[in-house]
């Protein structure tokens, strides 16, 4: 019998990407989790992931692996679980759930490499002569990349005849995205004692046979040497240079101490800790939902969990929406663990993700920290997952492979056999509606910690209020004069960014577009341009209309620019911070300014839905909600959802310590039910009329919204494409699955039908998840694909959310 392996390939169409058999050579150890090379068609050699092992004694036609590209598996037993999840539940490939599971600086890629063949068998050419002249002093092969392009502009093909003249041999190399970092270290050699050494050597050798092993550098400090002493000790044999791998640490000026005091907790945080621990003593992978109203303490509660985790050597996962709330968050947790917490999200460098990753790994942390993909860390004793702000869409990926980090976070659990806690003070409607049901354990915290008061909330009508500017109202002013005489703090809540949602002529009322996108430029006074909020298109502010040459030019709505040119004019002597993804941009931004809010440095905070949730500044006294009516009347069912926990979250910032809060919310449409439940923070209330609703139309969670996303470039293929796909799925589900129940919505366009140049159909059904379902939508990805017209894409999203 010989053994074989089951591989996925890279750079494989859904359409084809399916597990290939290839052969084990004698003697080569791989093992499912390795990563190897495989020839692979006509394409050449390509990366492959071994999935799974197996036998056969008919090795005829069977390509045997060429390399292993691991010494060891990458993905445990666990992670190939995950990995074969996130195919089957999100209509992937395997190297897109792959990389979910593995750190973009742990990606490897296959390139092609040459060394000179001496003596040449020809007399090279002056172009050739060139490229053999960048071999001097070189150890390691050329490859295309580290040809300059001025100079060279076909690079590979004149690598590639340099090959078959014979100047050149090549051979496949495998290269990391990231390497490793490493430090010089030192350490002595058996018999250095024999060894005739200077003095300045033998203090050098004294105090590595103290210390065993010391880094170049601290041997030169502590032994008062320089670095060429140490040279000759190792050219003497008495010492030896070697490697040591050191981690990219980005929080290594952090106070990580571990020892800050457990706070004292409330008797209804008591009895919520109680009714938490013995959820998870029965060890049964199940879900509890926290639900409090802000300002609850909700925090001290997961964080009294996760300690009882730990404690008894387990691990945890704690997961926030959005990079904001990561600073505060981390913070927290420093103080509590120390160095043994680990932090995930974007905002790392590649390679300080990459060796985050490596410490979860191997085994020395029992806490990570992050966003969405931190959900996948490689923890092998896990106990608890922790998703505060549960009902962020954020946790949704909107890109390959389309998971929801809660649904991962079950499946996790599940196999652990330990505890999730979802979070929130305005829980998803969804997991509301599964606590109400039994399916999860409903935790309360219906009190406010410390017996701080919820805020009073002014809903003020807009129709008949004084306008101050075009965005604040005079009695938002007059309450953000008080708080500034009062030394206290201001957070203004406005969910656009830029100074100008659109720029139009008043001459033929045409709005400035952006030609890649089917939307209105946004106006940027920072830098006096017009941008697309979708491609990244930047103009500069026209003086007069491309259209028609007319001068009279209107900019018209609001953005945060704007409010704080007015909030600047208005008052002066105010500090005033805007906090949104323009002025966030530069690493670690968000801590700097958030600290520097809480630390009293800025009076007034304006900012984007970053500022809304889970922030907790004691000086806090005021919370103004500037166009709230923009969000209410999307075409996304889960307008009203989304805009009663953005109101609900960001009236609770205000008043969270000994001094009273309150909150005004700026309306048109002061009536609407939505703003008034927010306002007086009754989620219940809410729920009851949007569940109601919800059964009423269909909608989650008493169905699942798949959607079939497709684009192209051409507007008239991609809907003759997309009526095809239409036409196939309705053949499919009239003669191949009469018995699913499946409601067809149709096709229309997507919700920006024109982005970065491309045009998008979309296909929505309601069905329900399983596996009869996933088989079908499997099969019409795969035919859609095989039928695509050139330059067109296709996707399925379980769960769709309106953002295509």
Not at 193 to 202: G, H, N, S
Not at 449 to 476: K, N
Not at 481 to 502: M, V
Not at 745 to 773: C, D, H, M, Q, W
Request: net charge neutral; with cysteine; aromatic share 8%.
């Amino acid at each position: 019998m010989t053994r074989t392996a089951r591989v996925a390939v890279e750079k494989a169409a859904y359409s084809y990407d399916k597990l290939y058999d290839y052969a084990i050579p004698q003697g080569m150890d791989a093992r499912p989790g390795m990563r190897a090379v495989v020839s692979f068609g006509r394409g050449g050699d390509r990366m492959a992931l071994i999935v799974e092992m197996g036998q056969t004694e008919d090795t005829a036609g069977l390509k045997p692996l060429k390399a292993l590209s691991d010494q060891e598996p990458v993905l445990g037993e666990e992670q190939l679980g995950l990995l074969k999840w996130l195919r089957e539940q999100t209509f992937c490939t395997w190297f897109d759930a792959l990389r979910v599971l593995l750190p973009a600086g742990y990606g490897q890629k296959l390139q092609r490499g040459y060394l000179p063949v001496e003596p040449f068998p020809v007399e090279p050419e002056e172009e050739e002569r060139q490229v053999l002249a960048l071999f001097r002093g070189r150890r390691t092969p050329l490859t295309a990349e580290d040809l300059p392009p001025d100079q060279f502009p076909e690079g590979e093909k004149l690598l590639e005849e340099m090959t078959q003249r014979g100047l050149l041999a090549a051979e496949d190399l495998i290269r990391r995205r990231v390497q490793d970092q490493t430090l010089l270290m030192v350490r002595l050699l058996e018999g250095w004692e024999e060894k005739k050494l200077t003095p300045k050597q033998q203090n050098a050798a004294e105090l590595l046979s103290q210390a065993g092993a010391a880094s170049v550098r601290e041997i030169c400090y502590f032994a008062g040497v320089t670095k060429g002493v140490v040279d000759k000790l190792v050219s003497a044999g008495a010492a030896e240079y070697f490697q040591q791998e050191t981690y990219r640490d980005p929080y290594r000026d952090a106070d990580r101490k571990g020892d800050a005091p457990r706070p004292q907790l409330s008797a209804e945080q008591e009895q919520a800790v109680r009714t938490l621990s013995g959820e998870y003593r029965k060890g049964t992978g199940s879900t509890a939902l926290l639900y409090g109203v802000t300002g609850s303490g909700k925090t001290q509660v997961f964080l009294r969990m996760t300690d009882q985790v730990v404690s008894e050597g387990r691990q945890a996962i704690v997961l926030v929406p959005e990079i904001s709330l990561t600073p505060q968050t981390i913070e927290t947790f420093h103080g509590y663990f120390g160095s043994r917490v680990a932090v995930l999200h974007s905002g790392l460098s590649l390679s300080e993700r990459l060796d985050e990753w490596k410490r979860i790994r191997r085994g020395l942390v029992d806490v990570v920290v992050g966003t969405r993909s931190a959900v996948f860390a490689p923890l092998e004793r896990l106990g608890l997952i922790v998703i505060d702000e549960e009902q962020e869409h954020t946790y949704k990926s909107e890109s390959a492979p389309r998971f929801d980090a809660r649904e991962a976070a079950r499946a996790r659990i599940q196999y652990h056999k330990g505890l999730l806690i979802l979070a929130s003070a305005t829980p998803s409607v969804e997991s509301f509606y599964r606590a109400q049901k039994g399916e999860y354990q409903l935790v309360r915290l219906s009190h406010r910690y410390g017996g701080a008061r919820l805020p009073d909330v002014t809903i003020l009508d807009l129709r008949g209020e004084e306008m101050a500017g075009e965005c604040l109202s005079q009695t938002l002013c007059e309450e953000i004069l008080q708080n500034l005489h009062r030394g206290e703090q201001t957070i203004l809540l406005l969910n656009r960014r830029g100074y100008s949602a659109q720029v139009k002529c008043m001459s033929c009322h045409q709005p400035a577009e952006c030609p890649n996108c089917s939307i209105p430029l946004k106006y940027h006074a920072a830098n006096n341009r017009l941008m697309c909020h979708y491609c990244g298109y930047s103009a500069p502010a026209p003086k007069t209309c491309p259209h028609c040459g007319s001068e009279y030019i209107r900019y018209a709505g609001l953005g945060t620019q704007k409010v704080e040119e007015e909030l600047k004019s208005r008052f002066p002597d105010a500090r005033v911070l805007r906090m949104d993804l323009d002025t966030t941009m530069q690493k670690y931004s968000h801590q700097k300014y958030l600290t520097d809010f809480r630390e009293g440095n800025y009076d007034i905070m304006i900012g984007t839905q970053m500022v809304a949730k889970g922030l907790d500044f004691p000086k806090v006294t005021l919370v103004g909600v500037l166009g709230v009516d923009q969000s209410l009347y999307g075409e996304d069912f889960r307008s009203y959802e989304r805009t009663f926990a953005l109101v609900t979250q960001v009236v609770g910032r205000s008043g969270r310590n000994t001094l009273p809060g309150r909150a005004i919310i700026q309306t048109y449409t002061p009536e609407n039910p939505v703003l008034t439940t927010a306002a007086a923070q009754r989620y219940e209330d809410f729920y009851h009329e949007e569940i109601h609703s919800r059964k009423l139309h269909l909608y989650p969670p008493f169905c699942r919204l798949y959607c079939i996303g497709l684009w192209g470039l051409s507007q008239e293929q991609t809907g003759r494409w997309a009526k095809e796909v239409l036409g196939e799925l309705t053949r499919l589900l009239r003669e191949e699955y009469p018995d699913l129940p499946v409601r067809l919505l149709g096709l229309s366009e997507g919700t920006v039908f024109k982005v970065a140049g491309k045009y998008r159909y979309k296909i929505l059904i309601k069905s329900r998840n399983s596996p009869r379902s996933r088989e079908l939508f499997s099969r019409i990805l795969a035919w859609a694909g095989k039928n695509a017209p050139k330059g067109a894409s296709v996707f399925v999203d379980p769960s769709y959310d309106s953002s295509f």
